[in-house]
């Protein structure tokens, strides 16, 4: 009961002016994503996908990269800007330059900016060269997934709803929803409450209501869901190695439904 009282206290609704903050970071977090994906190719390494979204970050949209020097709960500080999660690595990849991408790869990109103190987070899978017909498929029915989610998103529906979507789109077409990790509360603080489960019953869970921000960020396997976390305390991939795939967004409720603060040009909800 305590953990539940604290997730409604610390799950407020956004004030206006905090909205039109997250708007912003919001649009520059798409821009990072819209800009690397001609650097995506056979050959690059992930350390040098990370220098030169840095650059990004910093001089062109005049941000902060909220993964670099991040840690808590004993973990270390992560070392880069942002997260580079290749074939079986379900999330929090660490770009290095022993990473080559070799064609057939495909790979998460997951970006947080702070502008003006607030966060906006996304992320998108990237197929590098001609990909195999099960990578592509996986990569391609989790972004349905998010938006399955994203479409349960409305005042007076709960975040249970946004599970269900999720999980019964990924068993249909006989994929597993990871469990360990889940999208969180975002605003001023990076990681807040509540925490947005991918999978769930309907009905159940927190009541969203009109102003609150969150992320929804599917991590759906080609095999089984168990995953497992490496020495170095971040990268985690799937225990039986078969590919994982995610995509994220940062979401706002609004008075009718929903709205994808950090949606790229190429999207359309409509």
Known sequence: MADAQRSYATARPKTPEEIAKMRIAGRLAASVLEMIG???KPGV???ELDRICHDYIVDDIDCIPAPLNYGGRGQPPFPKSICTSVNHVVCHGIPSPRKV??????MNIDVTVIKDGYHGDTSKMFLVGEPSVLARRLSEVTQEC???GIRAIRPGAHLGDIGYAISKLARANRFTVVQEFCGHGIGDVFHDDPQVLHY???GTGMEMREGMTFTVEPMINAGRRHVKILPDQWTVVT???KL???WEHTC???ADGFEVLTLRGEEDFS
Request: proline letters at 4%; zero cysteines; hydrophobic letters at 35%.
């Open 38 to 40: 001609d650097h995506v």
């Open 45 to 47: 390494s992930t350390d």
């Open 101 to 106: 991408l070799k064609a057939g790869d495909v």
């Open 146 to 148: 998010l938006y399955a």
């Open 200 to 202: 769930g019953k309907p």
């Open 239 to 241: 225990k039986d190695h």
């Open 244 to 246: 994982s795939a995610q």
């Open 252 to 254: 706002l409720v609004t």
